[in-house]
């Protein structure tokens, strides 16, 4: 398996503050790795590097073996690395299809639609039923988006996110607030999402959906990496003494 992502010694300092110190680790073409830690640990510090938000004070970036500097959001995107933040970022009162397009609206090809940025709302619900078709979520792109339940809201980010088909997602804290039904329903979208070769990048304090989709884990302790785990070799209670900044050792 080759390398999509990989962190040369990430360090990030806030002032006084070191949020990340010398962390390197690779992320696997496509596979669903678990960002795991303690509040504090880091963990939306480094994702907010691999998607550009934020810049390291010192380290490497690399995407397929090549060291990248990621100045904003846009460099991220055409690497095609797409993240999708717990606040989602959702206009409740568009539609399914106005959401997926948000920022990155169609415009009709016509000659007048360009010279006045007409919008081409028939084709964004075409592509976005289509998209909607490719996740099998079952959702109509001309529903308003303020109708739907929270596990919905956040299908509707990730199909957001997949507009651009980006190869590798993050999503951060996808289950959060969410019901258990809900919960299984966006594991089982990460799952066909993994199944369609996207790479994903999951942070979640939800241990039980980190066994349930992720293979491997990336524990943080107070901005450094105690270790990457593969999640079939470690307890639930392995992970939790990881993430209180214990090393696993032979006799775990
Ligand atoms: N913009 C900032 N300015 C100053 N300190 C920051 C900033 N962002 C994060 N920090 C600090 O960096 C450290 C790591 O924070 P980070 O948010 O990355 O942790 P986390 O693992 O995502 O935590 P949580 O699970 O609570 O979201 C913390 O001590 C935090 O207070």
């Not at 480094?46 to 390291?56: P, T, Y």
């Not at 990460?190 to 994903?200: A, E, G, H, S, Y």
């Not at 491997?216 to 900044?245: F, H, K, N, P, Y």
Request: hydrophobic share 40%; aromatic share 4%; charged share 25%.
């Amino acid at each position: 398996m080759s390398d999509v992502i990989r962190l040369e010694n990430i360090s990030k300092q806030f002032g006084q503050i070191q949020a990340l110190e010398d962390v390197s680790f690779a992320i696997e073409e496509n596979e669903v790795l678990a960002l795991v830690g303690d509040n504090g640990a880091g963990k939306s510090t480094l994702i907010k590097i691999i998607s550009g938000v934020l810049q390291q004070t010192s380290g490497t970036v690399y995407v397929r073996g090549e060291p990248v500097e990621l100045s904003d959001y846009n460099d991220a995107e055409e690497r095609g690395i797409e993240t999708v933040y717990q606040d989602l970022a959702i206009a409740p009162h568009r539609t399914v299809a106005e959401n997926i397009f948000l920022g990155n609206e169609l415009l009709s090809s016509g000659p007048l639609g360009k010279f006045f940025n007409f919008v081409d709302d028939d084709r964004m619900e075409s592509e976005a039923r289509e998209l909607l078709a490719r996740l099998e979520l079952d959702l109509d792109p001309r529903s308003e988006v303020r109708n739907f339940s929270g596990g919905e809201q956040q299908s509707v980010a990730i199909a957001r996110a997949l507009q651009s088909d980006p190869n590798i997602v993050i999503l951060d804290e996808p289950t959060s607030a969410l019901s258990l039904d809900a919960t299984q329903r966006v594991l089982d979208l990460i799952k066909r999402l993994n199944d369609q070769d996207v790479t994903i990048v999951l942070i979640s304090h939800n241990l039980e959906a980190v066994f349930d989709v992720a293979d491997r884990a990336a524990i943080l302790s107070s901005g450094r990496l105690v270790g990457v785990e593969d999640l079939t070799d470690v307890t639930e209670d392995e992970l939790v003494g990881m993430m209180m900044g214990r090393a696993r050792t032979a006799a775990d």
